[in-house]
């Protein structure tokens, strides 16, 4: 299997501008997660699904994130509009039920 | 108080010493414990799972002090390839799959 693949592995955008970021978790993995990591904060649970509903997005800081799962293979963390404190790195994970997550390599965003 | 507190280090140490992380959580009645390593840039990964009674996996031992709300990572013959971040993670609920992580504890060694 391939792991869990997130795209862009980097992206630079301007305050203000919507930034897509993608997920494909692994097949067979019944939940799925987002996570931001930042230096001060580290790791930080936006949202999680679980047979592609949303389940706890308590997480999500403001109404300028959404995400979305519409199939098995595929969520979407969308941030309109994205400013600068949105900067870290956006991990996706995945897992079976009571199992390890699996991590994808993250995507790199920056805000200027 | 955070859910889960670790010291930031960084811990240098000479290669082969013996190290150890402890991990405060606030939560009495949170059920499954781990400890994640992350190198630099790149994604977490399970290093292991933190059982009530211990548990040892090679050169690494972790254990679960309930009463005190702590979990502990001990290194012993540390390596230059231990260096990472290691990141302490608790389900505080006790069901489900949702995580919480530390910010993580520095360990650099050292020739």
């Known amino acids: 299997d391939a792991g869990v693949i997130q795209s862009p592995r980097h992206e630079v955008t301007e305050m203000g501008q919507e930034v897509t970021l993608r997920c494909k978790p692994i097949?067979?993995?019944?939940?799925l997660f987002w996570y931001r990591q930042t230096m001060m904060r580290g790791l930080e649970l936006l949202i999680y699904?679980?047979?592609?509903?949303?389940?706890?997005d308590s997480g999500m800081p403001e109404d300028r994130f959404s995400a979305k799962m519409p199939n098995a293979s595929f969520s979407t963390l969308k941030i309109q509009p994205s400013e600068p404190r949105d900067s870290a790195v956006y991990f996706c994970?995945?897992?079976?039920?009571?199992?390890?997550?699996?991590f994808g390599s993250g995507t790199q965003l920056s805000v200027l | 108080r955070k859910e889960v507190e670790q010291d930031p280090g960084p811990f240098n140490v000479p290669e082969g010493a013996t190290v150890a992380f402890n991990c405060t959580y606030s939560?009495?009645?949170?059920?499954?414990f781990f400890w994640y390593r992350q190198d630099c840039r790149k994604e977490p990964k399970l290093l292991m799972s933190?059982?009530?009674s211990g548990n040892e996996d090679g050169r690494f031992t972790a254990q679960l002090n309930r009463a005190s709300q702590y979990i502990s990572l001990l290194i012993r013959d540390s390596k230059l390839s231990d260096s990472a971040t290691y990141l302490c993670?608790?389900?505080?609920?006790?069901?489900?799959?949702?995580?919480?992580f530390g910010t993580g504890t520095q360990l650099k060694v050292e020739l």
């Open positions: 939560n009495s009645a949170s059920q499954s």
């Open positions: 994970a995945s897992s079976l039920p009571f199992e390890k997550l699996f």
């Open positions: 933190v059982y009530s």
């Open positions: 993670v608790v389900n505080p609920t006790g069901g489900g799959n949702k995580l919480t």
């Open positions: 699904f679980n047979n592609n509903v949303p389940i706890d």
């Open positions: 097949s067979g993995h019944d939940y």
